[in-house]
């Protein structure tokens, strides 16, 4: 199993980063939220997971070890694969999930592409007491794992490509993106740049009310 690649940033793609490791450029699938934290030719460290198939050898990318173990444990609940499961935690942080398990949050799973009323009751049964334990404090259904900014002026682009790679329509993308651009905005006017995992949560908040 490779546990983690780490090395420059080589190209970045909608669902994939290549990272150079040893003169050699591993393509990782990853999350919306975890590519917008990528910069071509920046270091990079990613917790990862490779998933085995007849046809195909696929490795997947997490900002770290417990996002890498969540992944690999939601895909013990039967009908969830390693899409569904990097759905799960691109829309929510591994406590956020462990949170909406333990009290039984089906809202929680519905906010994920894919995931409907029935199949949240089905999950939050299979999964009771295979996450672990929340940790206190670990704040809401959509707590945010990060800080990391995108650069100037692209945080328009990389939320509406990462709401689109999640299955949403262009027009709910673009929906999405003006319901979050004031929060974008006031963090802009304050000096700081627009946090693209938070507003990609609040995007998805923004869509899962609208339903």
């Not at 329509?169 to 740049?193: F, I, K, L, M, Y």
Request: net charge neutral; glycine share 12%.
């Amino acid at each position: 199993m490779i546990a983690f690649v780490s090395g420059p940033v080589a190209a970045l793609g909608p669902d994939t980063a290549v990272i150079e490791v040893g003169g050699v450029g591993m393509s990782v699938q990853c999350a919306p939220d975890v590519l917008a934290q990528l910069r071509v030719g920046k270091h990079a460290r990613l917790a990862t997971s490779l998933v085995v198939r007849e046809d195909s050898l696929t490795l997947y990318g997490f900002a770290d070890d417990d996002a890498r173990q969540t992944f690999e444990l939601l895909q013990t609940a039967s009908g969830v694969g390693p899409r569904l499961a990097q759905a799960m935690l691109a829309v929510h942080s591994p406590d956020a999930l462990r949170l909406a398990v333990a009290e039984g949050d089906e809202k929680a799973l519905t906010a994920v592409p894919g995931i409907g009323k029935k199949g949240a009751q089905k999950l939050l049964l299979e999964l009771k007491g295979r996450l672990g334990e929340p940790v206190p404090g670990a704040g809401g259904q959509l707590a945010a794992r990060g800080g990391t900014s995108a650069p100037g002026g692209g945080w328009r682009s990389q939320l509406h490509a990462a709401l689109v790679g999640l299955g949403y329509a262009t027009r709910e993308a673009d929906e999405a993106v003006a319901a979050v651009a004031p929060q974008a905005e006031a963090a802009a006017a304050s000096g700081t740049e627009p946090p693209v995992p938070q507003l990609l949560r609040a995007a998805l908040q923004t869509l899962n009310r609208a339903r």
